[in-house]
């Protein structure tokens, strides 16, 4: 029960490459799958729903901070919160300003070319899964659209990794 939780443990703070920490602890591949996968879905929720709370959180303060002379001098015909309408719904956003460093830019160009389904499948590999769950978050993907996403990919790349794991200690005769 020790290892289960420990490999839990790891599948919630590293996410899908905690699959050889369960491995390594002689757990069989499907408990060690399973743990990871309870861990990861915890991480998931729980990045999700405190990205998206801190952000709701920030838009508002954002939004009282704003002097009326400001939201007055805007453009004729515009409200202080519409976006441009070009590149989609990420692109106007406040978490457009935020991600503008190297993984928010790939992340914005994996989700606009391939939308949520994408950005699930592919964002785990590319970003880990603590990333992945708050970089999607950020760029405003809705909530259980992007959990379910996110553990569709999780579980794609947790499988690939117990199998390219499993075959690395059985070359090596560690099992």
Do not use: N, Y
């Not at 996410?15 to 499907?30: D, H, K, N, R």
């Not at 309870?38 to 952000?55: D, P």
């Not at 990420?90 to 503008?100: E, M």
Request: aromatic share 8%.
């Amino acid at each position: 029960m020790g290892r289960f939780v420990w490999t839990l443990l790891a599948g919630f703070a590293l996410g899908t490459p905690a699959i050889p920490v369960g491995l390594s602890l002689s757990l069989p591949g499907p408990v060690a799958l399973l743990a990871v996968l309870l861990g990861s879905a915890c991480c998931v929720v729980f990045a999700v729903f405190a990205t998206e709370r801190v952000r709701s959180h920030w838009q508002s303060w954002r939004a009282r901070r704003k002097s009326p002379a400001v939201r007055a001098g805007s453009a004729p015909g515009a409200s202080a919160g519409d976006a441009p309408a070009t590149g989609g719904a990420a692109v106007g956003s406040p978490a457009g300003d935020r991600l503008s460093g190297a993984a928010g830019r790939r992340a914005r160009r994996v989700f606009e070319r391939h939308g949520a389904v994408g950005f699930g499948i592919v964002g785990p590999a590319l970003f880990g899964t603590w990333g992945s769950s708050l970089l999607g978050a950020a760029l405003g993907i809705p909530r259980w659209r992007l959990i379910r996403w996110l553990m569709a990919g999780v579980t794609l790349w947790c499988a690939v990794l117990l199998v390219a794991s499993d075959a690395v200690l059985g070359a090596f005769g560690i099992e």
